[in-house]
């Protein structure tokens, strides 16, 4: 009998995995204060966030942020993620697709001892398209976006790329977007916490398929 192909578990980072809306809006506080935390929090991430920005990064702002960011995320803001990441792992493939920093996420996830449940990182360097992103990562795996994966995120702008390539997606309110703007993008599901993303994970990828 023909094994299952193991399954995927795609990441967006901030919000789902790393607890860094603070840290990210304090940077963002201090080079655009100009902007108001709604702004930022809600409406930047309603879209790709380079493609449709609210917040209006120059060449030398956007510089700075990423300089900043590369020194202050550390293993504190993915500790809530590393147990059940580490019980994911057993049994899927991690993935994480980002808009940030593919060296500050990599350093946080290694300080964490986490690292080595990873396959791929892909941030900002890779492309500023997650769509590209999403399917880079397939083909470079070979594997079915629609039927070997789901996205896990915590924004709207996050799900509507999702769709165009037919990947399902997990959000979670534990980031940047509640619940009731989550919905709009039709995700699978909505869950409030890790155990939420456990429970959801294995009903629709059950983990003794793999076993």
Not at 139 to 144: A, D, P
Request: charged share 25%; aromatic share 10%; proline share 6%.
């Amino acid at each position: 009998m023909k094994p299952e192909p193991r399954r995927h578990i795609i990441f967006d980072f901030d919000g789902p995995i790393g607890d860094t809306y603070l840290l990210n809006w304090e940077l963002v506080r201090v080079l655009h204060p100009e902007v108001p935390e709604e702004g930022y929090r809600i409406r930047h991430h309603l879209g790709n966030v380079f493609a449709d920005p609210v917040v209006p990064f120059t060449a030398q702002t956007a510089a700075m942020y990423w300089r900043l960011y590369n020194e202050l995320l550390t293993r504190s803001h993915v500790e809530a993620a590393i147990a059940p990441l580490r019980i994911l792992s057993r049994n899927f493939a991690l993935h994480v697709v980002s808009s940030n920093c593919e060296g500050a996420i990599t350093r946080a996830l290694t300080e964490a001892g986490i690292m080595e449940a990873f396959g791929h990182i892909l941030g900002k360097e890779a492309d500023t398209s997650k769509v590209v992103k999403f399917q880079r990562l397939a083909e470079s795996e070979g594997f079915s976006l629609s039927e070997e994966a789901i996205f896990v995120t915590d924004t709207l702008g996050d799900i509507l790329e999702a769709n165009k390539v037919d990947l399902p997606t997990l959000a979670v309110t534990f980031g940047y977007h509640p619940r009731d703007i989550l919905a709009r993008g039709n995700p699978a599901g909505i869950v409030d916490d890790w155990e939420g993303v456990l429970q959801f994970i294995e009903r629709i990828m059950p983990a003794h398929a793999h076993n």
